[in-house]
């Protein structure tokens, strides 16, 4: 089936820094591609959606300018967490999507683990 | 808003044992609904689906039917391996987030043990 990576697995920065998350279709090309964050014990929530070349659309009470997304070809999509801050520590998920699938057509990535101290 | 509760976990199973996983919902309109597994270190795989009332999905053992009048897609299987040892999620798509969005349950972890 279809992979999709992601990296890093698991990051530690500090408190204020930021830190780059990558999102990888490694055998097809993604024109749609999705974020989400889990808590611990809780659902996966959809932050935002991106189609390659436009900008993200992010769910509601999600700061966009908090967690910068870029989808800026078909196979790679990062997400930025700036001044990061002790409350953003979290499992953050990618999916990828080819065009024209259905919502429950998507690879998800095996998720990076984000503690910021 | 839509939601999807699953039962809690760890859910500890001895081998060739009888799994059932809850799973309900509320969702407005008539939505798709999903069980996706995701296995130690690696991404949600798509575990199987049911897009109607009285659907049942089915694969590698693993069944679930769609129940309307009780909200429900409880995940079953007759007998398990310790190759199923993973973390099940219960989804929905299809209601007022409409088909481009998926909704989790909060994911139950199963151990089954030889």
């Known amino acids: 089936g279809a992979v999709v990576s992601q990296h890093p697995s698991w990051v530690i920065c500090k408190s204020g820094t930021s830190v780059k998350i990558e999102c990888r279709s490694l055998?097809?090309?993604?024109?749609?591609m999705f974020w989400y964050r889990q808590f611990p014990k809780q659902s996966l929530m959809l932050m935002a959606t991106?189609?390659?070349?436009?900008?993200?659309?992010?769910e509601q009470g999600v700061e966009k300018d908090k967690f910068l997304i870029n989808h800026a070809s078909l196979t790679l999509s990062t997400l930025t967490v700036t001044s990061a801050h002790p409350e953003d520590s979290s499992f953050y998920i990618c999916?990828?999507?080819?065009?024209?699938?259905?919502?429950?057509?998507?690879?998800f990535g095996p998720g990076t683990r984000l503690t910021v101290t | 808003g839509d939601s999807v509760t699953q039962m809690e976990g760890p859910v500890t199973l001895s081998e060739e044992a009888f799994l059932t996983i809850n799973c309900t919902y509320t969702?407005?309109?008539?939505?798709?609904l999903f069980w996706y597994v995701q296995y130690p270190g690696e991404g949600l795989q798509l575990l199987l689906k049911?897009?109607?009332?009285?659907d049942k999905g089915s694969n590698k053992g693993f069944e679930a039917t769609y129940r309307k009048e009780t909200t429900s897609f409880h995940l079953e299987k007759g007998s398990v391996q310790v190759s199923d040892s993973a973390v099940y999620f219960c989804?929905?798509?299809?209601?007022?987030?409409?088909?481009?969005?998926?909704?989790f349950g909060a994911g139950t972890r199963l151990a089954v043990h030889p």
């Open positions: 999916s990828a999507r080819a065009s024209a699938a259905r919502a429950y057509e998507q690879y």
């Open positions: 055998d097809f090309q993604a024109t749609t």
């Open positions: 991106s189609n390659e070349g436009s900008k993200a659309t992010y």
């Open positions: 969702a407005t309109g008539y939505p798709s």
């Open positions: 049911a897009t109607k009332a009285d």
């Open positions: 989804a929905l798509s299809g209601a007022s987030g409409g088909y481009n969005k998926l909704i």
